[in-house]
């Protein structure tokens, strides 16, 4: 189908049908999007070529992935939130340019993108407290959304989160419910600012009781199966173990289970555990009554999100920083139950 066939389709001139296709903010909404479900139902592809001469964008949006020693981006999370970009991306006609790089080249990275004009604007991922890519992005002068928060930020901009003080407040509200005190932390990189605002969570749920948690049952690293394994496995084995642990990702989550049942325990019974991050493609916590408990936020959900948000800026430029705050949804599972008065280690 061409333009032409299309236009003839919708009763509309071939101009007001690209200036649709092309995200012009002069055609109306509801013009815009009967011209992209036409486009879409019939199969009508755009010449790429030509619609980036036409608005004068690159028609592609990057993701710079910084890869330190310590933190690996590139994860069945990540992986999720792409999943969910890169179908809006599809939908509005943008290709997406990932660049993988080392952590101390990332601002050379950002300017190159900028000054080659290689794309129209950038998601920023896993910001950490003292993040400078906000200041460099606003400097620079680039449309970016960040997934996340920087909390320090002087500069205003656009972000899209999850509400992790308050989903963390509620799991460990839910364990102290069941009678819980001995509550151990297993969370991600605490230079990162989702780590920051769970820990904060977890300690107001213990402060607004009068309560304090104790230190050595609260840790921080890399979110990995191994890390939750060999966590649990330490904490399990001292003499004033935990008899419940929150969980940052159910992919630590995973080896705490796999720890549990290694020292004769049953999860949800002997040991309760409440996990985040559920709700990722090839893990799924599922069913009638899910495995886990969780605090769940669909990751693929945010990155679709955060993409609407991002192509909005860029085709309306000027119109200012866009925030959303997402909330987490506290699931029921097996995995949780009311502390035992005598649990033989």
Request: overall charge negative.
């Amino acid at each position: 189908m061409k333009l032409k066939d299309l236009s003839e389709l919708l009763h509309l001139s071939q101009t007001t049908v690209s200036r649709a296709l092309n995200g012009y903010p002069e055609v109306a909404e509801a013009t815009r999007r009967r011209v992209l479900a036409a486009a879409e139902a019939h199969g009508y592809r755009p010449n790429m070529r030509a619609r980036s001469l036409a608005t004068g964008r690159a028609m592609a949006i990057g993701h710079v992935i910084p890869v330190t020693a310590r933190h690996e981006m590139v994860n069945p999370i990540f992986a999720d939130f792409l999943a969910g970009a890169g179908e809006v991306y599809s939908r509005r006609g943008y290709d997406m340019l990932i660049s993988i790089v080392p952590d101390e080249d990332q601002e050379q990275a950002y300017r190159e993108l900028r000054t080659k004009g290689s794309v129209d604007g950038l998601i920023v991922h896993a910001p950490k407290l003292g993040d400078p890519r906000v200041h460099l992005l606003t400097e620079i002068g680039m449309p970016f959304v960040v997934h996340g928060r920087a909390s320090d930020a002087v500069e205003p901009y656009s972000w899209v989160d999850m509400n992790n003080t308050h989903a963390f407040r509620r799991a460990t509200d839910l364990l102290l419910d069941l009678g819980h005190r001995r509550i151990a932390l297993v969370n991600g990189l605490e230079n990162m600012d989702f780590a920051i605002r769970r820990r904060a969570g977890f300690e107001e749920a213990f402060a607004a009781r009068g309560l304090t948690p104790d230190p050595a049952l609260m840790t921080s690293e890399e979110m990995t199966e191994v890390y939750g394994h060999d966590t649990a496995r330490t904490l399990l084995a001292t003499a004033a173990p935990p008899t419940a642990f929150l969980v940052s990702s159910i992919l630590p989550a995973i080896g705490v289970r796999r720890a549990i049942e290694e020292v004769g325990l049953r999860m949800g019974r002997d040991v309760s555990v409440i996990t985040h991050d559920d709700d990722l493609s090839y893990l799924k916590n599922r069913g009638d009554v899910p495995v886990f408990t969780a605090t769940r936020s669909s990751v693929r959900a945010a990155g679709q999100r955060a993409a609407e948000m991002l192509l909005d800026l860029v085709e309306s430029p000027g119109s200012g920083p866009r925030e959303q705050l997402l909330e987490a949804d506290l699931i029921l599972g097996q995995s949780t139950g009311p502390l035992l008065q005598s649990v033989s280690r």
